[in-house]
């Protein structure tokens, strides 16, 4: 099927208006966002709950509770982490959660099209992998952030250390 510049472009521009106008709908129903400190709230909350395990792989436990424990314990660093940067940074944090917590986003941005909570690895991994290499930087950015906040937070926690053979510092700089 052959596709005109003038559709393409229609779509394009329609595309657009629909984010946008998720963007405003997101904005109405959250209301304005005071610049503060980094809240984890519950959309958020789920989008990393289900990104973190993807991102970490077989490093994560495989039964239920050990993994729903160490998915909680990473998210917290992660949040954690968060806090300790600059405001201005975790506005824009809080602005990435807060696309991948919007439907339409979640949908077209990142091609998940149910919740993260019913996304299936395939289609996290998928995700990850489409915003790791994607041609807009801004996306890639995204991907760069959200890798670094995970694996940073898993590997502060003392006990992953010995999966990657990692002995800890130095005992003559403690």
């Given at each position: 099927m052959r596709i005109s510049r003038r559709s393409f472009l229609k779509v394009g521009v329609v595309g657009a208006l629909v984010l946008a106008g998720g963007g405003a709908v997101y904005r109405l129903v959250?209301?304005?966002t005071p610049p503060g400190r980094f809240v984890l709230d519950g959309a958020a909350g789920a989008a990393l709950a289900a990104i973190a395990p993807a991102m970490l792989g077989s490093a994560v436990p495989a039964g239920p509770a050990p993994r729903a424990a160490a998915v909680a314990a990473v998210s917290e660093r992660v949040n954690q982490a968060i806090l300790g940067l600059p405001l201005a940074t975790q506005q824009e944090v809080q602005d990435l959660f807060?696309?991948?917590a919007l439907a339409?986003?979640?949908?077209?941005?990142?091609?998940?099209?149910?919740?993260?909570?019913?996304?299936t690895p395939a289609q996290l991994a998928a995700f990850l992998q489409s915003w790791r290499t994607h041609r807009f930087a801004a996306l890639q950015s995204a991907y760069h952030a959200l890798h670094?906040?995970?694996?940073?937070?898993w590997y502060s926690d003392p006990g992953n250390w010995a999966a990657i053979g990692y002995p800890g510092p130095?005992?003559?700089l403690g």
């Open positions: 959250r209301g304005p807060g696309l991948l339409p986003a979640r949908r077209f941005v990142a091609g998940v099209p149910g919740g993260w909570a019913e996304a670094d906040l995970v694996i940073g937070a130095l005992k003559e």
